[in-house]
């Protein structure tokens, strides 16, 4: 079968073919001889060849129709890879990788999709190692941003609250198959044993700190107020009551100052 070189630019499609590189890549993981890998849209399949050799399984998600039997006819006869056709935005995730056992996550992901990719995967009710993503350059700021900065924002915290990201390779457009216009950064997150800090209730914490950025140029008192329906009295005596200055804005607090918020949150 003829291997289909040409990218659908609708998904995203930007191919890292290099096998050195690929090795180098995974040198960067947490991936063990054995371990279980969900691969997010291997494409053309170099990851994957790659990663066959080193893991115990390899269970590959691929949107795109045309791959998936160019897939399935290059990994026939290796028992240790599964090719499934499937978006990841809509796949039943648990039905698909409770059969894995815990497992480390490694995409190289649509530049479109990424944080709400991301994010899916942040929340995802499964035993997830790490999260090894190949990111726009932009994204991987978002993701390891510190507070005060322009990038911060809910999927900093996110990230640093389920894993300990870092910024393991850059990489130039020109390692790409169609080269992208901006570059990209390989982010290499192991997940945390437990969250640096501790919530009553995930969801109404993960509301909070969506509802807290919702206008960044706004004064989290203001945005307590249009995301909790609160009056200015309300908005105030919450933020007071965790400690916290009238006039600041959610980019300017930590972590933990946000679990301080969500623990005064008023009728908890």
């Known amino acids: 079968m003829t291997l289909p070189l040409r990218a659908k ?4 499609q930007h191919f890292l073919r290099d096998e050195s590189l690929l090795e180098r890549m995974l040198d960067e993981t947490p991936l063990k001889a054995g371990d279980s890998v969900f691969e997010i849209g291997p494409g053309l399949g170099d990851m994957t060849r ?6 115990g399984r390899v269970l590959a998600l691929e949107i795109d129709k045309d ?3 160019v897939l399935r006819t290059q990994f026939a006869l290796d028992k240790h890879v599964n090719v499934v056709e499937g978006d990841i935005m809509t796949a039943d995730l648990p039905q698909l990788l409770t059969p894995l056992g815990a497992f480390h996550v490694i995409a190289n992901l649509p530049y479109y999709l990424t944080t709400p990719i991301l994010t899916l995967l942040l929340q995802l009710p499964l035993p997830i190692k790490s999260i090894c993503v190949t990111v726009q350059t932009e994204a991987a700021r978002r993701v390891l941003a510190q507070p005060s900065s322009k990038e911060y924002g809910p999927l900093s915290l996110l990230a640093q609250y389920r894993t300990q990201p870092r910024a393991a390779m850059s990489l130039p457009r020109r390692l790409f198959t169609p080269p992208p216009h901006v570059d990209s950064t390989f982010l290499v997150m192991p997940a945390l044993q437990q969250p640096p800090v501790q919530v009553q209730d995930e969801a109404a914490f993960w509301r909070l700190v969506q509802a807290s950025f919702a206008m960044r140029r706004k004064t989290l008192v203001n945005n307590l107020m249009s995301g909790y329906a609160f009056d200015r009295a309300q908005a105030q005596a919450w933020v007071q009551a965790a400690s916290l200055p009238l006039t ?7 972590l933990e100052q946000f679990a301080a918020l969500d623990a005064a949150r008023p009728n908890r």
């Open 9 to 12: 630019h609708a998904l995203g």
């Open 50 to 55: 790659v990663m066959a050799r080193r893991a």
């Open 67 to 69: 791959l998936v039997p």
């Open 248 to 254: 600041v804005r959610a980019e300017a607090l930590t």
